[in-house]
């Protein structure tokens, strides 16, 4: 096993009287792709957003290479190391170009530099003819692989995927799931990919984690749990028996 | 028109007065500006509940009547008051000073409120990319731009079309603190309601040139 990037220490999370999530022990390793899985409402976005700091966990600890991500100092810092993809792209009003660069702009990466990392990652997900174009005019597609390109330009250490491929076409399916493979596989970074679709969790992850109800009912290798699953709930949702 | 007709000579009288009054206007909300955007940003960032009681005050100044204002500013500037001593009732100065107050909480008010519209979409993006408190509040801004340049314009509206404190506080004095509106208060108090409608018509003619090139602003921004 990698060395884990993050951890999940007994963390909750509460909105209100109600706990929308309860995670005792969860590893996240460098140069894996962990899928997480679970019906609607399992807590699958908040355990994402507690993990990108967009969140404060109710109780609880997240570690980043052993130490507390909430007292690490300086912030900025460690929250630099991450990069998320939502599941609906907001991109800034301006253009192709500019959106894939923001990133590196408030990292100070400007000029030739920025230039080269910003053509490859449009490159990647062949959106290079439309580096000058309005953001806010791209289809729905064109909108998640230039979210997707601006979090690949950072090469993060921990990339999390909100249902990164919801909305996408087999094409885009298939293209961003390369790129994901080789986030993963040549720069050693930590993936969390949040997704409803067994299929896609099968092909991509290596590790599994299934929430149900705020709670983590199984964890393992994937295709162990894809084979055998434990729990009954997870046995129903792979099966795509799980009414939700 | 007699006015058209003074405009169209260039009388000196007029232009003073014409000039005197984009000044104190222009100065007025650029200060209102500077102070009102980076308020209703912060304001606009904030959890609503927490910003609930300014949110509230900020709403309720919004609508605050011209001659309390003129008569608060009054107070503070006149011999007696705590501001007496610097001289600056029946100034330009004054002036600007109340049209400023009247116009900050416009600004503000309409800022927060584009801003809170924007904000957490886009405020959730731009901390996942890495930008710092800073990084973040620019960006809000600049996806908010149009709206918080009709913040602006709503800004410029209420001051152009003001009489009531620049009068209290400006004295209306010809060559001196005169400016469009307290002009018109005059010449309709003199009967000479014809001058009275023309300088008006300038008024407005000036209001639509100023709101167009805000109005283009706003164009380019969103273009």
């Given at each position: 096993m990698s060395e884990a990037v993050l951890t999940v220490d007994n963390v909750s999370k509460q909105f209100g009287p109600r706990e929308v999530l309860r995670v005792e022990r969860l590893s996240l390793a460098a140069g894996r792709i962990h899928g997480v899985m679970g019906p609607s409402g399992a807590g699958k976005s908040t355990l994402l957003r507690l993990l990108n700091l967009l969140e404060r966990p109710t109780?609880?600890?997240?570690?980043?290479?052993?130490?507390?991500?909430?007292?690490?100092?300086?912030?900025?810092?460690?929250?630099?190391?991450?990069a998320m993809v939502f599941q609906k792209p907001v991109l800034f009003d301006g253009?192709?170009?500019?959106?894939?660069?923001?990133?590196?702009?408030?990292?100070?990466?400007?000029?030739?530099?920025?230039?080269?990392?910003?053509?490859?990652?449009?490159?990647?997900?062949?959106?290079?003819?439309?580096?000058?174009?309005?953001?806010?005019?791209?289809?729905?597609?064109?909108?998640?692989r230039v979210a997707m390109a601006r979090a690949l330009v950072l090469e993060p250490d921990v990339l999390l995927l909100d249902e990164p491929t919801?909305?996408?076409?087999?094409n885009n399916v298939a293209l961003l799931e390369g790129l994901i493979r080789?986030?993963?596989g040549g720069n050693g970074t930590a993936?969390?990919?949040?997704?409803?679709?067994?299929f896609q969790a099968?092909?991509?992850?290596?590790?599994?984690?299934?929430?149900?109800?705020?709670?983590?009912?199984?964890?393992?290798?994937?295709?162990?749990?894809?084979?055998?699953?434990?729990?009954?709930r997870t046995r129903a949702f792979i099966r795509g028996e799980m009414v939700y | 028109m007699a006015a058209f007709g003074l405009v169209v000579a260039r009388d000196p009288k007029l232009m003073q007065i014409i000039g005197l009054s984009l000044q104190v206007s222009g100065v007025a909300i650029g200060l209102a500006a500077l102070a009102g955007i980076p308020l209703g940003t912060w304001l606009g960032m904030q959890p609503v509940r927490?910003?609930?009681?300014?949110?509230?005050?900020?709403?309720?100044?919004?609508?605050?009547?011209?001659?309390?204002?003129?008569?608060?500013?009054?107070?503070?500037?006149?011999?007696?008051?705590?501001?007496g001593v610097l001289s600056l009732l029946y100034t330009p100065t004054a002036m600007v000073i109340?049209?400023?107050?009247?116009?900050?909480?416009?600004?503000?008010?309409?800022t927060m409120v584009a801003v809170r519209a924007k904000d957490r979409e886009i405020r959730d993006t731009a901390v996942s990319l890495g930008a710092g408190a800073w990084q973040v509040a620019l960006t809000v801004v600049r996806e908010a731009r149009v709206a918080i340049v009709g913040a602006v314009v709503a800004g410029t509206g209420r001051v152009m079309a003001e009489v009531g404190a620049v009068m209290m506080v400006g004295g209306n004095i010809e060559g001196k603190t005169r400016v469009m509106t307290t002009a018109i208060v005059l010449e309709t108090r003199r009967g000479n309601f014809e001058m009275a409608i023309g300088l008006g018509m300038v008024l407005l003619f000036l209001a639509f040139v100023i709101n167009t090139a805000l109005y283009r602003l706003q164009g380019v921004s969103r273009n």
């Amino acid at each position: 096993m990698s060395e884990a990037v993050l951890t999940v220490d007994n963390v909750s999370k509460q909105f209100g009287p109600r706990e929308v999530l309860r995670v005792e022990r969860l590893s996240l390793a460098a140069g894996r792709i962990h899928g997480v899985m679970g019906p609607s409402g399992a807590g699958k976005s908040t355990l994402l957003r507690l993990l990108n700091l967009l969140e404060r966990p109710t109780a609880g600890r997240i570690l980043y290479r052993g130490r507390d991500v909430h007292a690490y100092r300086p912030r900025l810092e460690l929250q630099r190391r991450m990069a998320m993809v939502f599941q609906k792209p907001v991109l800034f009003d301006g253009t192709v170009y500019e959106n894939v660069a923001y990133g590196l702009r408030v990292r100070g990466v400007r000029g030739l530099e920025a230039a080269g990392k910003v053509d490859d990652a449009l490159r990647r997900v062949g959106l290079e003819p439309l580096r000058r174009a309005r953001a806010l005019t791209l289809s729905g597609g064109e909108a998640q692989r230039v979210a997707m390109a601006r979090a690949l330009v950072l090469e993060p250490d921990v990339l999390l995927l909100d249902e990164p491929t919801s909305n996408l076409d087999p094409n885009n399916v298939a293209l961003l799931e390369g790129l994901i493979r080789g986030a993963s596989g040549g720069n050693g970074t930590a993936v969390v990919l949040v997704t409803h679709n067994v299929f896609q969790a099968q092909r991509l992850a290596d590790q599994v984690v299934f929430l149900y109800e705020g709670q983590v009912v199984e964890e393992g290798l994937a295709a162990q749990v894809f084979e055998a699953p434990g729990d009954e709930r997870t046995r129903a949702f792979i099966r795509g028996e799980m009414v939700y | 028109m007699a006015a058209f007709g003074l405009v169209v000579a260039r009388d000196p009288k007029l232009m003073q007065i014409i000039g005197l009054s984009l000044q104190v206007s222009g100065v007025a909300i650029g200060l209102a500006a500077l102070a009102g955007i980076p308020l209703g940003t912060w304001l606009g960032m904030q959890p609503v509940r927490r910003v609930r009681l300014p949110a509230l005050f900020l709403y309720t100044f919004m609508g605050l009547p011209p001659v309390l204002v003129g008569l608060l500013v009054y107070l503070l500037l006149s011999a007696r008051g705590p501001f007496g001593v610097l001289s600056l009732l029946y100034t330009p100065t004054a002036m600007v000073i109340a049209q400023t107050i009247l116009a900050l909480p416009i600004i503000a008010g309409l800022t927060m409120v584009a801003v809170r519209a924007k904000d957490r979409e886009i405020r959730d993006t731009a901390v996942s990319l890495g930008a710092g408190a800073w990084q973040v509040a620019l960006t809000v801004v600049r996806e908010a731009r149009v709206a918080i340049v009709g913040a602006v314009v709503a800004g410029t509206g209420r001051v152009m079309a003001e009489v009531g404190a620049v009068m209290m506080v400006g004295g209306n004095i010809e060559g001196k603190t005169r400016v469009m509106t307290t002009a018109i208060v005059l010449e309709t108090r003199r009967g000479n309601f014809e001058m009275a409608i023309g300088l008006g018509m300038v008024l407005l003619f000036l209001a639509f040139v100023i709101n167009t090139a805000l109005y283009r602003l706003q164009g380019v921004s969103r273009n």
